[in-house]
């Protein structure tokens, strides 16, 4: 099964990778750069942007949040990337955080979390990179930046740590967030472990009848399913 990464980039990130990337096509009449962006069954959309750690630091740390789920991922920097490395990074990185944080809030036992990793990396993801801002899902982004640098304020350090990037996307992850034009507020890390569960089973309902689900909902595995 192959899928689509749709990398959305910032006007701050392009600047910083000093890449000239395409802008997203915008449907008529709608604003151009700053379409909204979701995740389907053929592809999974994150937009992504940069901050300083503080004013005019060489530190820096890149945003990632997945458009469905509001799933944010933290990437510090100090060296410059290529989309290419960026890609890269950004696709162990949230795979990892959400491993980490199913098991940190015993979500999921931990052969369960193995098998669903394990799923993931046999669908295939092409990559698309353009330059886009998806304001609703950018009002997260904005959130979690504030976290990241008063976190590093109150704590004096000058760039997030390892532990410490892991702490905060955790917890900001296992907040409940209201999403605009949904009535129920939505909590990241269970929306985003229902949809890659509905991407596994929608690959292996394709692998035993070989023909595409009309429709990944209908294969929706909750996360209530798998509590033990």
């Known amino acids: 099964m192959n899928m689509q990464y749709q990398f959305c980039a910032t006007n701050a990130l392009i600047k910083w990778l000093k890449s000239d990337l395409p802008r997203l096509p915008a449907a008529p009449g709608q604003q151009v750069g700053v379409n909204t962006v979701a995740s389907t069954r053929e592809q999974m959309s994150w937009q992504l942007h940069i901050i300083d750690n503080s004013y005019g630091s060489w530190h820096k740390t890149i945003i990632a949040t997945e458009a469905n789920s509001r799933f944010t991922v933290f990437i510090p920097v100090d060296l410059i990337l290529t989309p290419e490395q960026l890609s890269k990074r950004l696709q162990i990185e949230w795979q990892f955080l959400l491993a980490e ?128």
């Open 101 to 228: 944080t199913l098991q940190d809030q015993h979500m999921l036992p931990r052969s369960d979390i193995a098998l669903l990793l394990s799923n993931l990396s046999d669908i295939n993801f092409d990559i698309d990179w353009v330059k886009n801002t998806d304001l609703s899902v950018n009002g997260h982004i904005a959130d979690a930046a504030l976290w990241v640098t008063q976190t590093l304020a109150d704590k004096k350090q000058a760039e997030l740590s390892p532990s410490l990037a892991l702490e905060l996307a955790i917890y900001l992850n296992t907040q409940p967030k209201r999403v605009a034009k949904q009535k129920t507020k939505i909590v990241p890390v269970e929306r985003l472990a229902q949809y890659c569960n509905s991407l596994v089973n929608a690959r292996n309902r394709m692998q035993e009848n070989s023909v595409t689900p009309k429709n990944i909902s209908d294969n929706v595995v909750y996360l209530k399913d798998f509590k033990h």
